[in-house]
């Protein structure tokens, strides 16, 4: 008793849990408090909690989820080669084209998905101009597939079509091979949705200059390590999505001795390694599919909750899991970045989110790894410090931590990889993606930069799923 009264003659230090409207209260009064930012696992949701109960601490799960997460890290990506998509893109015929994110008709696209399908039809010469070729898309006659049901990936628009070169990267660890474009540059490019002649010239000048002497000074390497590249690039500011300055000095210090080995006349010479040279995106056409290799050899383990694609079309955002079915993809509309514009754009110029980079988030660089990528920041947005907290808050959600990949800002902490759909849920934490913004409509290109979340939706499906396919098997 004598303890209670002693309570209210003490000075009050206030722990304020839920809405931050009492916490004015109390700093109108002068009384000190915190504020303590919490809400109720999955949002209250009973059928989640019920799910994230069923699952939590499940023997089989945790075991599966560190298999998963085991192979991502052993895996061991090489550039090997590159050769046209329909060569080499499993289920690649002759009027396919592949596009980023989940699935989706060419009713539903955005301006430009739209834009850069019609470009691919021009550039393949199914068309010869942009009307009869807008009449093609929408006749029927071509197939629509995700790049990503496919060992493919595609920034942006994500466009690839049976003649566009692809980089061929190989798994050494796991046998299987993952493939992308090569990248365009900036300005006005195909997967922004452009499809002016400087586009089309430019794509050809890859398929017919660029990809041949890529190929003759390939053949002289027995691969380029992607892995080390990467690690080594993240330990000097990259984060290997938006910022690959790093990363792409080394693929071309790498590479420039076996060009110049090569029988190139010097003028082509000149030019593709100027190419290089010039793009300091060039990377990023080699970051995702090494990590979509990566990340395809962890899909396909039952009971397995980590996340192995996260991957979106400019109208909805998906993910697959590693336990479900391969060709199951959980959606929910995509976001809209927030970020900087670049002069001349605001907000409502913007698509919604739009591309397969995100791969790199999945597999835990990019926004991931911003911590140790402070210069960033002047692309995205937000302080060094944003950038920080934000590799520091991963560590939540996922299942382990990559020391191939670490973080030297963190001390060297390997980063955090292996997105558990039932730590989001249980923590209402949403993956952080760094991401460029395209502008709604097709052929105007990139309009800022940012960051942006998956929508919580795709996450809740996939762990009703789960609880669908498994719920016959827990420990309980």
């Not at 980079?357 to 991931?368: A, H, N, V, W």
């Not at 382990?400 to 060297?412: D, K, R, V």
């Not at 934490?429 to 097709?442: D, F, K, Q, S, W």
């Not at 996450?459 to 789960?466: D, I, R, T, V």
């Amino acid at each position: 008793m004598r303890d209670t009264k002693n309570l209210f003659n003490q000075p009050l230090n206030v722990i304020n849990i839920g809405t931050a409207k009492f916490k004015e209260d109390f700093d109108l009064q002068n009384i000190a408090s915190v504020h303590l930012d919490w809400q109720p696992p999955a949002g209250g949701n009973m059928q989640l909690i019920e799910a994230l109960d069923a699952f939590q601490d499940h023997e089989k799960v945790e075991q599966a989820n560190q298999e998963t997460i085991k192979r991502m890290k052993d895996a061991h990506p090489f550039l090997v080669d590159i050769d046209q998509a329909r060569e080499v893109i499993p289920g690649m015929h002759s009027k396919k084209i592949l596009h980023s994110g989940p699935p989706i008709t060419w009713e539903r696209m955005c301006g430009p998905a739209k834009g850069a399908i019609i470009g691919a039809v021009l550039y393949e010469g199914w068309a010869d101009n942009e009307q009869s070729a807008e009449r093609l898309a929408s006749s029927g006659e071509l197939e629509f597939a995700p790049a990503n049901e496919h060992g493919a990936v595609g920034p942006m628009a994500g466009i690839i079509s049976p003649s566009m070169p692809v980089h061929i990267i190989e798994n050494r660890e796991h046998g299987n091979r993952a493939y992308c474009t090569v990248n365009e540059g900036l300005g006005k490019v195909l997967r922004f949705g452009a499809n002016a002649k400087e586009v089309l010239d430019r794509l050809k000048w890859i398929e017919t200059t660029f990809a041949p002497a890529l190929k003759k000074a390939l053949a002289f390497t027995d691969g380029i390590d992607l892995k080390s590249i990467t690690s080594q690039a993240l330990h000097m500011g990259d984060e290997c999505h938006n910022r690959n300055k790093a990363s792409t000095s080394l693929f071309y210090r790498e590479i420039i001795e076996y060009f110049l080995q090569t029988d190139l006349d010097k003028h082509t010479l000149r030019e593709v390694i100027r190419f290089i040279k010039d793009n300091e995106h060039y990377f990023l056409n080699l970051s995702m599919p090494a990590c979509k290799s990566a990340l395809d050899a962890g899909q396909g383990i039952p009971y397995s909750t980590v996340v192995t694609t996260m991957a979106r079309n400019g109208v909805d955002f998906g993910i697959r899991v590693s336990g479900l079915n391969e060709n199951q993809w959980f959606t929910a509309p995509a976001n809209f970045v927030k970020g900087l514009f670049f002069p001349g754009y605001k907000e409502g110029d913007a698509a919604p989110d739009l591309g397969d980079s995100t791969i790199t988030e999945t597999m835990g660089i990019g926004g991931f790894a911003m911590g140790g990528s402070p210069a960033i920041v002047q692309f995205v947005g937000g302080e060094v410090e944003d950038a920080i907290a934000y590799s520091e808050q991963m560590y939540e959600i996922t299942t382990g931590e990559n020391t191939n990949y670490s973080i030297p800002t963190l001390n060297f902490r390997g980063g955090a990889y292996g997105i558990d759909i039932r730590k989001v849920i249980d923590t209402n934490i949403l993956p952080v993606i760094n991401t460029g913004m395209a502008h709604r409509e097709a052929g105007v290109g990139q309009v800022g930069a940012g960051i942006v979340h998956p929508p919580l939706a795709c996450f809740e499906k996939a762990l009703l799923a789960f609880v669908k396919t498994y719920r016959g098997d827990r420990n309980e």
